[in-house]
């Protein structure tokens, strides 16, 4: 099955700078990779999503890159705020007529620092 | 829309004892799944459901039952509680086809067994 790594487990940066989170998963079958955003007692949030026609994908501050032949994904926050703090997970699935099934990462702790 | 509901919020349980934790949907989704999440190993695949009628097995599903006799409903059964159940459990629902697959969370129920 798919497996799905993730690094950094942690990450503090200083607020207004950049943060970079890295993930591989090992199914090249996979071709749907959402990242999900989970604060403290709350439900994961999807924060953006690419698919793997895509290279690239930008919303506002946040941007996720996808490179396929090495089978590795990346989350791209700037001008990070205290508010980005939280965990954030990404995830990878094969979307089919039979369903979305995601296997996640481990999840990186953000925090932006004062 | 009431999105993705899950109940209860809480529960304790004794060893050996069975439970089931319900969750419903209102937005007519296909697919519904259930997730576990312990610390350090994000959110793992229990079963998940991809219509009414048809269910499968994820990641770690050992323990646990499924049914799925209407679209909006997916309940989960644990069928003799141990202490390695003691988890957080999220139930999500998500569109099959179009272009939006993303998944809805419910709130959780986080669950000890003593």
């Known amino acids: 099955g798919e497996n799905v790594e993730q690094h950094p487990s942690t990450l503090s940066v200083q607020e207004g700078d950049s943060a970079v989170i890295k993930c591989t998963y090992s199914?090249?079958?996979?071709?749907?990779f959402p990242w999900y955003k989970q604060e403290l007692g709350k439900r994961p949030q999807l924060i953006i999503d690419?698919?793997?026609?895509?290279g690239e994908k930008k919303d506002q501050r946040i941007a996720v890159t996808l490179n396929k032949t090495a089978k590795h994904f990346s989350l791209h926050i700037t001008e990070t705020q205290p508010e980005d703090s939280a965990v954030y997970f990404c995830?990878?699935?094969?979307?089919?007529?039979?369903?979305?099934?995601?296997?996640f990462g481990t999840g990186t702790q953000l925090k932006v620092e004062l | 829309n009431a999105g993705v509901t899950q109940t209860p919020k809480f529960q304790v349980l004794k060893t050996g004892q069975s439970m089931t934790l319900q969750c419903a949907q209102d937005?007519?989704?296909?697919?519904m799944s259930w997730y576990r999440q312990d610390p350090g190993m994000g959110l793992r695949l229990i079963h998940y459901?991809?219509?009414?009628?048809?269910?499968d097995q994820g990641e770690v599903p050992n323990g646990y039952n499924v049914s799925r006799s209407t679209t909006e409903d997916f309940p989960l059964r644990l069928l003799s509680a141990a202490p390695s159940q003691t988890s957080v459990y999220f139930c999500?629902?998500?569109?099959?086809?179009?272009?939006?697959?993303?998944?809805?969370f419910g709130p959780g129920t986080r669950l000890t067994v003593t």
């Open positions: 199914d090249s079958a996979s071709n749907y």
């Open positions: 459901s991809v219509g009414a009628g048809i269910t």
């Open positions: 999500a629902s998500s569109r099959t086809s179009g272009r939006a697959y993303e998944q809805y």
């Open positions: 937005m007519n989704h296909e697919y």
């Open positions: 690419i698919r793997s026609n895509v």
């Open positions: 995830a990878a699935s094969i979307l089919t007529g039979g369903g979305n099934k995601l296997t």
